[in-house]
C-alpha cells in the first residue's frame, strides 16, 4: 500500500509552523540515556517527509508508544529524502510595508517538489510573519522585547531552552495550600496540574507571593492561557506525570482565564489498571485505578507521627480482575466522598468509584492511599464505568474476589500485629533502621508523678504548634527559647512514663498528649493546677491510684534511640483504648483457630 508523506513538512516546521500535524516517517531511532539519571531516557529519531530528513527527539512522556509498538522504524525508504540543513530555510528581508519577501523566489520549491512523485502531497512551509504590533504602537519607535504575545505551543513541546512560550490546558488537579518551615525561614505552597488537547500533561508550582496572585484564581476545569514560567526538572518522589519537566510560576508570570470551553481539551485524562496488576507494582507508585465499592468502614480519628491528628477511612474496591483492594481515604475526603460513598454502600447500592493518581502502599499487602493531588469520581460517566457496572450487575455481586490486601484480623485493627510484653525484648523489637509498630493488651501497675507532664509553648510555626518547654519569665508570663517570645498563658502537655504488664513481664512505657489524656482520663493541665497550684496532694494521689491496674489494648512504636553516649529502646504510647471484651474474645478464639491448624 503507497503511502503519501506530507513533503516539505520539515522546513515548515522548523520555519515556526507549530500547527500543521504532517505524516512523516521514522528512518532510525535510538534509545539515550542520562548518565547522571538512569531513569531518565530518551529516544532521538530521524524522521524523513520524502523530501528531507532531520533529527527529532521523541517527548519523554511519549515513551511508552516506542515501547508498545506505536512508533517505529521502516524498512522502506519513501521517496528520496536528503539531510535538511538549517541553512536550506528561504531567507526572509523585512520590507518597509513590513512584508516577507522570499529572496529565493518559489523556484526552490518547485525544484523540492520534482524529486517526489506525482501522489506525495506537496506542503508549502509556512513561515510565521513577524508580529504585527496594534494600532497603539504606531509613531512609538521599536518594540520593546517580549511586549509582543508568545505562540501558543503543545505542552509536549515544552523545554527549557525556549525563550518565550505560552500553552492553552485546563486544569485537572489543584493541590492544598501547604505551609512549610525550613532554614530559610516560613514558605507557603501549592501545584496544580494540567492538560492540553494534545493529551501533554505538566505540573504548575507556585510559592509564597505567587501563591497569593494565583492561588483563589486557579479552578478545577477550568482552562487557562498561561505564560512566562521556568521549566525545571520534575521531582519525581512528588509529580507522578509523564512529563520530564515541571512549570515554576513567578510575579511576571500571566494566567489568563479561557471565557470560551475548548472541547477539543478533554476534561480528566486516565490510566486505569486493573486491580490484579496493582499486586506486582511497586510501592509508592502513583496510578489510576477504578472498581465497585464493595464496603466503607467508618471514619476514625488517626494521629500523625507529626503529631497532627487527621482523619482516616478504608473502603474494598473490586473489579473483574478477581481482585479486590483497601483504598485508604485520608483527611477531607473521608468527610466529603467518604461519607457520601457510606451512605450508599448502607442504603444497599454499591457504586463505581474512579480514583486518579492513588499511591501503592505494600505495608502488609498492597493497598492504595489518597495523597494530595488524588481525585475521586463517584459512578462517572466513563465507558470503563459502564462497562464495570454492567460486569457487576450480571456476575460480579455474587462472584467472589481475592485480596490482595492482608486480611483484618478478627476484632483487631488494620494490619495489626499482636505481641506480649516478653516479645519486645526477646525478639529484638525496634532495633532495626525503621520502628516496630505492635498491638498489646496490657495492664498499668506503676505511674511516676514527678514529671507527669511539661509546659510548652501555644505559638503556631506554620501549621503546626511549637510545643517546646517554657519556662516562668518573671511572675505571670512564659518564654520559649525557640520562638524568642513572651506570652500570659501556656499549653500543658502530659509526658507519662509508665510501667505495663502482662502474663509474661513487665516494661517502661512513655505516653504523650492524646496518649496521657485517655490513659488519665483528665487534661494534663487539670492535673498541673491540682498539683502545683491547688496543692491538693490528697485529690491528686486518688486519681493516680484509680489509673493503676486498669487493662488498656496499647498501640506502640518501638524504636532504638541514642541517650548520651547509649543505645536505649525507647517505647511510646501511641494509642490506649479501652479493652472491649467482645472483640478481644473474638480475638483470642481467631489466634486459637490458628493455633490448632499448625
Not at 508498545?68 to 540543513?85: H, L, M, Q, S
Not at 504602537?137 to 523545554?159: C, D, Q
Not at 456476575?395 to 486480611?407: E, F, M, P
Not at 527559647?481 to 512514663?497: A, K, P, S, T, V
Request: proline share 5%; net charge neutral; with cysteine.
Amino acid at each position: 500500500m503507497s503511502v503519501n508523506l506530507t513533503a516539505n513538512a520539515i522546513p515548515a516546521i522548523i520555519g515556526g509552523d507549530v500547527n500543521a500535524k504532517p505524516l512523516v516517517q521514522v528512518l532510525d531511532m535510538s534509545l539515550i540515556s542520562n548518565s547522571n539519571n538512569s531513569q531518565q531516557q530518551r529516544y532521538r529519531l530521524l524522521l524523513s517527509d520524502a523530501v528531507s530528513s532531520h533529527q527529532a527527539m521523541l517527548a519523554a512522556q511519549l515513551n511508552d508508544r516506542v515501547r508498545t509498538g506505536r512508533v517505529k522504524k521502516d524498512c522502506e525508504i519513501i521517496g528520496n529524502p536528503k539531510p535538511f540543513a538549517d541553512s536550506d530555510l528561504p531567507a526572509q528581508r523585512s520590507l518597509p510595508d513590513n512584508t516577507l519577501e522570499n529572496s529565493s523566489r518559489s523556484s526552490n520549491n518547485n525544484l523540492a517538489a520534482q524529486n517526489v512523485s506525482h501522489n506525495v502531497q506537496n506542503f508549502r512551509p509556512t513561515i510565521q510573519p513577524p508580529y504585527q504590533p496594534p494600532p497603539v504602537y504606531k509613531g512609538r519607535g521599536a518594540i520593546v522585547k517580549n511586549e509582543a504575545p508568545a505562540r501558543v505551543i503543545p505542552i509536549a513541546a515544552l523545554n527549557p531552552y525556549q525563550g518565550r512560550w505560552a500553552i492553552k490546558a485546563r486544569v485537572t488537579a489543584k493541590g492544598d495550600l501547604r505551609r512549610y518551615n525550613n532554614a530559610r525561614g516560613d514558605g507557603k505552597v501549592f501545584s496544580f496540574d494540567l492538560l492540553d488537547s494534545d493529551g501533554g500533561e505538566i505540573r504548575v508550582t507556585c510559592f509564597n507571593a505567587v501563591v497569593d496572585r494565583f492561588y483563589d484564581a486557579i479552578e478545577v476545569g477550568k482552562v487557562y492561557l498561561i505564560s512566562k514560567g521556568s521549566l525545571k526538572p520534575a521531582q519525581k518522589n512528588f509529580n507522578h506525570l509523564k512529563n520530564e519537566w515541571e512549570i515554576f510560576l513567578d510575579l511576571n508570570s500571566t494566567v489568563e482565564l479561557c471565557p470560551d470551553e475548548d472541547a477539543s481539551i478533554p476534561r480528566q485524562q486516565f490510566s486505569f489498571r486493573p486491580i490484579s496488576d496493582i499486586e506486582s507494582v511497586d510501592s509508592n507508585s502513583i496510578l489510576d485505578v477504578i472498581g465497585v465499592v464493595t464496603s466503607v468502614n467508618p471514619s476514625v480519628p488517626i494521629l500523625r507521627k507529626n503529631g497532627m491528628e487527621t482523619q482516616r477511612r478504608i473502603l474494598n474496591l473490586k473489579d473483574s480482575s478477581g481482585r479486590s483492594v483497601e483504598l485508604t481515604l485520608w483527611g477531607e475526603f473521608c468527610n466529603r466522598e467518604g461519607q457520601k460513598l457510606q451512605e450508599m454502600v448502607d442504603a444497599g447500592f454499591f457504586p463505581i468509584l474512579a480514583v486518579k493518581a492513588g499511591k501503592v502502599n505494600d505495608f502488609s499487602g498492597k493497598t492504595i492511599g489518597s495523597i494530595s493531588t488524588t481525585q475521586l469520581f463517584i459512578n462517572p460517566d466513563f465507558p470503563e464505568a459502564l462497562s464495570l457496572r454492567d460486569w457487576f450487575d450480571r456476575v460480579g455481586k455474587d462472584s467472589a474476589s481475592l485480596s490482595i490486601s492482608k486480611d483484618i484480623i478478627p476484632g483487631g485493627l488494620k494490619n495489626e500485629t499482636r505481641k506480649t510484653v516478653s516479645q519486645i525484648k526477646d525478639e529484638g523489637l525496634g532495633r532495626s533502621d525503621k520502628p516496630d509498630w505492635i498491638t498489646v493488651r496490657a495492664t498499668i501497675s506503676f505511674i511516676k508523678t514527678d514529671t507527669f507532664c511539661y509546659t510548652a509553648c501555644p505559638l503556631m510555626i506554620g501549621d503546626r504548634q511549637c510545643n517546646k518547654k517554657v519556662t516562668k519569665s518573671g511572675n505571670t508570663r512564659w518564654q520559649c527559647d525557640r520562638c524568642n517570645q513572651e506570652f500570659e498563658e501556656c499549653d500543658y502537655r502530659y509526658l507519662l512514663q509508665a510501667q505495663i504488664l502482662d502474663h509474661t513481664g513487665l516494661t517502661w512505657v512513655t505516653a504523650f498528649q492524646e496518649a496521657g489524656e485517655e490513659i488519665m482520663g483528665y487534661s494534663a493541665k487539670e492535673l498541673y493546677l491540682l498539683k502545683y497550684e491547688q496543692e491538693d496532694d490528697e485529690r491528686f494521689g486518688e486519681i493516680i491510684k484509680s489509673r493503676l491496674f486498669n487493662q488498656f489494648v496499647f498501640r506502640l512504636k518501638i524504636k532504638e534511640e541514642l541517650y548520651g553516649d547509649e543505645q536505649k529502646v525507647k517505647i511510646t504510647v501511641v494509642k490506649a483504648d479501652k479493652v472491649n471484651y467482645s472483640s478481644e474474645s473474638r480475638c483470642m478464639l481467631d489466634l486459637i483457630s490458628k493455633f490448632c491448624r499448625q
